[in-house]
């Protein structure tokens, strides 16, 4: 494909996703099929400018002076991939492929953009009106900061699975694709973003990866995982273990020993577990799925720890999902806040006097971290908050809890916290 054509297909796409609210995976996923013609460079042109567009949605349009789909990917490409005016207004005005000529806003908003400065803190950092209040109780005036963190791209973390190999011989294995220690855990290795139009590196096509020596896993994750600490011989529940990421995690640190037991209310997302942990050498898995009758029943008062990572506005990743942020709705939140007083309510039926439930999310929002600790404890006087005990040089916030930020840790948004049941 000739540049005009990416760059029509990518205003299409673009003004697909943020017209309707289609998820972006859907909206790039159909065009692919209707471009049998676009071969891959031609989709990573495609989806990178999209998402990047998509990132910066709001800053865009304030510096080019109109909020449209055009505007906004003509802005991604000027402003973030540094094409400069001429090649960009070259590119549209392309016959017979090119979007079409530049407007004067445009050629205004390419050439003299409009100054950030002063602008609101939504629009510098890249979200709604409505979460600005919500993100102002967190980060106070350090908010547009913390969000502009989360419209860059996001690295590839990977986590070396102890149970099949170790670091040293991980790194050298995937040297090809320029790994680095990601720091904070060992076992946390990382690729770096890729540049603008290129695809990110294929880390899934090494055969180490089928070998079962690492899993994909944001660093954020691994530290929340890894915030269970020792927990060998245990008994470990994962009430919320979705695809399984921080089941093998968890699994790995407990090296095959005690017993973990993988539960999710939706069955479907449990499907790749048992495919997953075979890969990943874990022999110590029960997979309980909800369609069982009484799942869970015998587990009552008996784990060690309940790892509970509930579903969320997944406000912490909009690295890698930026059309979510534009998607989420106060009510959307409301309904995930209640979904999280069930989780909580849920997993402390199943830990032991002296056991831990440990609380997780990926959203940044006080009301689906704080308040629902704050809501449970109130009603549960056998839960006490303890402070997290995190791998790395992380601060706590003052109730003990742990946020991680791309800002503060270089990770996805993640909270923890823990409760200890007494008596």
């Known amino acids: 494909m000739r540049e005009g054509g990416r760059l029509a297909a990518a205003i299409e796409v673009f003004g697909e996703v943020a017209g309707g609210g289609r998820p972006v995976r859907l909206a790039l996923k159909a065009w692919g099929e209707r471009s049998r013609f676009a071969g891959a460079a031609d989709r990573a042109f495609v989806s990178g400018l999209v998402l990047d567009a998509l990132r910066r949605r709001r800053s865009l349009a304030w510096m080019m002076g109109e909020d449209t789909p055009r505007a906004v990917v003509l802005g991604a490409l000027a402003h973030l991939w540094g094409w400069n005016p001429e090649r960009v207004a070259e590119s549209a ?51 547009a900061a913390e969000a502009q963190a989360l419209s860059h791209r996001a690295p590839i973390d990977l986590r070396v699975n102890t149970l099949k190999s170790d670091p040293a011989r991980a790194l050298k294995a995937l040297s090809h694709f320029y790994v680095e220690p990601a720091g904070a855990i060992e076992t946390a290795l990382r690729v770096a973003p890729p540049a603008a139009s290129s695809r990110a590196a294929p880390v899934e096509t090494a055969p180490e990866f089928e070998k079962g020596w690492f899993e994909i896993q944001d660093l954020g994750s691994q530290i929340a995982a890894a915030c269970a600490g020792d927990i060998a011989h245990k008994q470990v529940l994962d009430f919320c273990a979705g695809g399984g990421g921080k089941t093998l995690a968890l699994a790995a640190a407990m090296a095959n020993t005690g017993q973990i037991f993988a539960y999710d209310s939706d069955a479907r997302r449990l499907t790749d577990t048992v495919r997953r942990s075979r890969r990943a050498g874990v022999r110590n ?85 704080e308040d629902r600790i704050a809501a449970f404890v109130a009603e549960h006087a056998d839960f006490a908050v303890e402070p997290v005990v995190a791998p ?9 809890f742990l946020r991680l930020t791309p800002l503060s840790a270089g990770t996805d948004g993640f909270f923890v916290a823990t409760l200890r049941r007494v008596g």
């Open 93 to 143: 005005g392309e016959e017979p492929y090119g979007p079409g000529a530049l407007s004067e806003t445009e050629a205004a908003g390419l050439a003299s953009p409009r100054s950030l400065d002063g602008a609101p803190a939504p629009v510098r950092g890249d979200y709604a009106d409505w979460m600005d209040g919500p993100l102002a109780r967190v980060f106070g005036e350090g908010r």
């Open 285 to 369: 898995l029960q997979v309980r799925s909800p369609l069982a009758p009484g799942a869970l029943s015998g587990l009552e008062g008996r784990m060690d720890l309940v790892f509970a990572d509930a579903p969320c506005t997944g406000s912490g990743t909009w690295r890698r999902h930026p059309d979510a942020k534009w998607r989420l709705t106060e009510a959307q939140m409301a309904r995930r806040m209640a979904e999280q007083d069930e989780v909580l309510k849920g997993g402390a039926e199943y830990v032991r006097p002296g056991g831990r439930l440990i609380y997780v999310t990926c959203s940044l929002f006080a009301e689906e971290n």
């Open 392 to 400: 790395g040089d992380f601060p706590l916030t003052p109730e003990g």
